[in-house]
């Protein structure tokens, strides 16, 4: 695998960066809870821009594929992936990204897809482990694909990211194809929490009903995941699918878990590197932050419990394959759930300890 790039954050131009706070209401809570508050206020001015700078629209145009936030017309957010050869996304100025791609077969965000919408982009290179992230709005929609305005861009360390090489096995147009797929309801089908089950990887799409660094308007995010295979709990509770997972120490942005604060409806995204398949969940996130659970799982700072309501399956849904992981080296000091227990042995022991 190729070694990591190292990203710097180089001064913003005059007059781009916001006066206001770089950070909503819901991330400055959490910072706030985190005692990370002032650090992070001046962390967020420099860091979190209104345009990319020059190493993230090169990292943008070698992609085979991005991450995509969206929201339905319930205003539910979703995460999808869309797939081209590298190119296919191009950023002609430093606020401006050019995405000529459309969904796959069944993906929902093709219905999302809109002049005006907001969006949330993730750029990751998994063979290098860079990724950097562009929230804004569609300006313009065309027979090619879509034109974002960006309205902020920032970069994420490669913590929790696992190296994989990928090849193509068919052309990107193919995603078009009809191919089987299986809704999914609050209950999920055996072979979708099978895959949630061997994941290491998944990426989460949150909204926020406020702006931030004076821009108005619903914004969205989409966000990487990572841990160890199994670090996401499959249980049913009540009539859903409780997906329970680990959160690490990251960089204290708080931007996946401040949207959840402020509105917990959440889309998750799960790809089978092996064969294309993709799982696309829709929910109510929630943070966990103490108790027995969080105390067991070793290296989690907080626990995010995720509860299904909807879903699709689509088979064969992505024309990349990628090879074996190799894992992220943060990784090696966390634990599993197997390690920490079943939930009910859990609770079980922490009622123990208490009588």
């Not at 709005?137 to 970069?155: E, P």
């Not at 969940?281 to 799982?297: H, N, Q, T």
Request: hydrophobic fraction near 40%; proline fraction near 7%.
């Amino acid at each position: 695998m190729a070694a990591p790039v190292p990203e710097t954050a180089p001064a913003s131009p005059a007059g781009s960066s916001p006066r206001e706070s770089a950070f909503h209401p819901g991330e400055r809570a959490l910072q706030e809870r985190a005692g990370v508050r002032a650090r992070l206020e001046e962390v967020g001015r420099k860091v979190i821009r209104d345009f990319m700078p020059d190493q993230h629209r090169e990292l943008f145009g070698k992609l085979p594929f991005l991450v995509v936030g969206s929201l339905d017309a319930q205003r539910q957010p979703w995460a999808s992936i869309l797939v081209g050869h590298p190119g296919f996304i191009a950023s002609p100025d430093p606020r401006t990204l050019k995405v000529d791609a459309w969904a796959g077969h069944g993906d929902p965000l093709a219905a999302n897809i809109m002049a005006g919408a907001p969006v949330g982009l993730l750029g990751i290179e998994l063979e290098t482990r860079r990724r950097n992230r562009a929230n804004g709005s569609i300006v313009t929609v065309d027979a090619a694909g879509f034109t974002v305005r960006v309205s902020q861009s920032f970069g994420n360390c490669a913590q929790y990211i696992q190296a994989r090489a990928h090849r193509w096995v068919a052309e990107p147009s193919t995603v078009a194809a009809p191919r089987p797929l299986r809704a999914q309801d609050a209950i999920l089908s055996a072979d979708a929490a099978g895959l949630v089950r061997r994941a290491d990887t998944f990426f989460i799409a949150t909204s926020s009903p406020v702006a931030t660094g004076g821009r108005s308007g619903e914004e969205v995010d989409v966000s990487h995941r990572g841990g160890k295979p199994g670090f996401v709990r499959v249980t049913e509770e009540d009539g859903h699918t409780v997906l329970t997972t680990p959160d690490f120490r990251g960089n204290f942005y708080f931007n996946t878990l401040g949207n959840i604060a402020l509105e917990p409806r959440s889309g998750l995204l799960f790809i089978d590197f092996a064969s294309g398949d993709l799982l696309s969940l829709v929910g109510k996130s929630e943070i966990v932050w103490d108790g027995p659970e969080l105390a067991a799982f070793a290296g989690a700072q907080r626990l995010a419990r995720f509860r299904v309501t909807a879903g699709v399956f689509i088979t064969d849904a992505v024309p990349l394959r990628w090879s074996q992981a190799e894992l992220a080296p943060q990784l090696a000091a966390t634990g599993s759930w197997e390690e920490a227990g079943s939930r009910d042995r859990i609770l079980n022991r922490s009622s123990d300890r208490s009588s």
